[in-house]
């Protein structure tokens, strides 16, 4: 079955403490990106990758970091969380150039 | 700022009436996308529209585009329970290298 798994579902932790949101895909798509939803703001993009070891940043990338090592995965690091960073995070994939996206199910984060 | 914005914010329809949604968008694109997402989960796609079409079907899923306007609608047919969700359309801006931008969304409620 294609999917997108994100791991852990939920999440609450404390300022400061680095913490690493997995994300696999099983469909060899090249272009994978992070978002994050957050009430009244839709999802804004934080990093995408188009293929490994290349990734770019997005419209919210201060406190996040990422990496591409292998097809499959792209992991989001937060090196340092902080409140604000309190959100729901969303892993997606597609083939190339942005065509139909498939979503994880998603990562609900509380920093307290 | 976002590229895309839906119109209305909010919907509530009784079973069986047909629901629009509006998304209007800022720059050139080379496609739209409507996503659906069901409370707090990942988003699945819906339809995508290329930049050169102007209406496509899917099921009981219509979509309009008019380039000229930079809109796009969802007319969702014969609406059911299980169609409740939100709603986003995502551009793809030909200014962008590799970029889906997403709306706020309209949150759609089907009275029984």
């Known amino acids: 079955e294609a999917q997108v798994t994100q791991n852990p579902r939920y999440l609450i932790t404390v300022t400061g403490k680095k913490l690493t949101v997995t994300c696999s895909q099983n469909?060899?798509?090249?272009?994978m990106s992070w978002y994050r939803q957050d009430p009244g703001l839709g999802l804004r993009q934080i990093y995408y990758?188009?293929?490994?070891?290349?990734?770019d940043k997005g419209d919210v990338p201060e406190g996040y970091k990422v990496s591409r090592k292998e097809k499959r995965n792209f992991p989001l690091i937060l090196e340092s969380p902080s409140p604000n960073q309190t959100s729901l995070y969303f892993c997606?994939?597609?083939?190339?150039?942005?065509?139909?996206?498939?979503f994880g199910q998603g990562t609900r984060l509380t920093v307290v | 700022s976002q590229q895309g914005e839906e119109d209305p914010q909010a919907l509530s329809i009784q079973e069986g009436e047909n629901a629009t949604m509006n998304c209007s968008y800022k720059?050139?694109?080379?496609?739209l996308q409507w996503y659906r997402q069901n409370s707090g989960r990942g988003l699945v796609h819906l339809i995508l529209?290329?930049?050169?079409?102007r209406e496509k079907h899917s099921g009981r899923l219509r979509v309009t585009l008019d380039t000229s306007k930079k809109s796009s609608s969802l007319l969702i047919t014969a609406s059911r329970a299980a169609d409740t969700a939100s709603y986003f359309c995502?551009?793809?801006?030909?200014?962008?290298?590799?970029?889906?931008?997403f709306g706020s969304g309209t949150r759609l409620s089907i009275r029984p």
């Open positions: 990758s188009m293929n490994v070891e290349v990734t």
């Open positions: 995502a551009t793809d801006p030909r200014s962008s290298a590799s970029k889906i931008i």
């Open positions: 469909m060899n798509h090249e272009y």
């Open positions: 529209i290329r930049s050169n079409e």
């Open positions: 997606a994939s597609s083939a190339g150039r942005p065509t139909e996206a498939f």
């Open positions: 720059t050139s694109i080379n496609n």
